[in-house]
């Protein structure tokens, strides 16, 4: 079910909650009103003040509630220019805005029992507790595939930085979890190069469009399933802060219309994933209120925002001493969260790299969230049982580059060993600590 009625919240009352509440009907008056009252044919498509589809009934909305909804409805600001120092602009962000409708309620469920699919149990949790560890739902020999890949892109990058002159030693011998700690250090930045990559091998394009985690989306999204661009390799070295995420929404990273969008993650680490290695820790409950709370960019010397503890709790209503929970996984596990859920990885501490996919889904008719620079990826389709997924036209727009020159860093985007990243998330939250990568936004926001 898709709220309809994101809008923002003033103090995050009880009331601003049950406003969101909105139903579907109403929600279609109120955009007719903000067009101008016009009358359109019934069953025309208008679109909300937050871009998603809707069917018009040929009414116009009472004068009162036009009032009340202009009141509410989010103005759009411009950028600010760089300041004279050449620094990006320390933007202040968004009216936090609530839509609990779309992460809270289940759609309805696949009449037919495929497999794969979550038990109640299982879908409970995940639409309550905003997250669900499934253990042992992949087989090994469906991840040896997604490992293999994962070396060959390692032996490419190191061959490319061996005839560049950037490192001495390729390390052949080393192996799948040694390898890349030793080309970090010899060329510090090597795995956000690798982090950065565009390329879906087959290995990993058989993993996202596995039957059974298609068959849980068709449960979480609807019979409509596809690909959200975002997706992930994670190449989290040891002792490594530029792999180390801290506490964020992953919706920090979305545009504004991401909100109304379920987009489910499925996080799939390449080994026995620990407290040691760097696990994830999820907040229990903390999508509830459907809100996006305040983050700030950029943590340490990242390109990662971060959502401070205090804003957890008092906009989230999170009490992170009972909520929060350590999910060590076993190889072959699967962690299934949305993106309102709160969560972080803990720093890699022990002496192997913590692979890990993070892939995401969602359903293709609604706003994917990623500032226009990508569309989504159907992979599956009621409506057209004999989709085929396009994975060449997908895999053709590299989602970093394009992040990169959307705040006009040309430059790295087309260099294959800068070693930084950027995106239109840093100009939508304060920019609280500057480093390399916000330094490398010619003029953010354009």
Known sequence: M???????????????????????????L?????EGGQKRHKHEKVTTPNNLCLESRGHRAPDDVLLSVRTMAPKKKKPKKADSDGE?????????????????????????????????????QFFEEGFVLVKDFLKPEELQSVRDDIERLVDDLA??????????DKHKDAGLFKRLTLLEKEFPGTAVILHKTGKLPKGFRDLWSNERLLNVMEQLVGPEVAGNPVWNLRTKTPYNEQTEVPWHQDNAYFDEEALGTLIPTAWIPLLDATVQNGCMQMVRGGHRKGVLATHVCCTGGTWYVEMAKEEMEQTLGCDLTKDVVT?????????????????????????????????????????AGLWGL???????????????IDWEKFEAVDRNKQQQKSVDNVAGAEDEFDATIQGPWM?????????KHTRSMVNPGK
């Open 2 to 28: 898709v709220c309809m009625s994101c809008k923002p919240v003033e103090g995050h009352t009880l009331q601003a909650e049950e406003n969101c509440g909105i139903s579907l009907f109403l929600s279609a």
């Open 30 to 34: 109120l955009n007719i009103a903000m």
């Open 88 to 124: 990006p602009p320390r933007k202040k962000s968004a009216p936090p805005m609530c839509c609990p409708e779309v992460y809270l309620t289940r759609p309805p469920q696949p009449k037919v029992k495929k497999p794969g699919q979550l038990n109640d149990d299982q879908l409970r």
């Open 159 to 168: 061959e490319r930085l061996f005839k560049a002159g950037k490192i001495k």
């Open 327 to 367: 999910c060590e996984m076993t190889y072959g596990s699967v962690l299934l969260f949305n993106n309102l859920t709160p969560h972080r990885s803990l720093p890699n501490i022990s002496t192997d790299v913590r692979w890990s996919l993070d892939l995401r889904w969602m359903d293709p008719c609604k706003p």
């Open 374 to 388: 990508k569309d989504s990826l159907p992979m599956r389709s009621a409506k057209n049982p004999d989709l085929a």
């Open 427 to 435: 100009t939508r939250w304060e920019i609280v600590h500057h480093n």
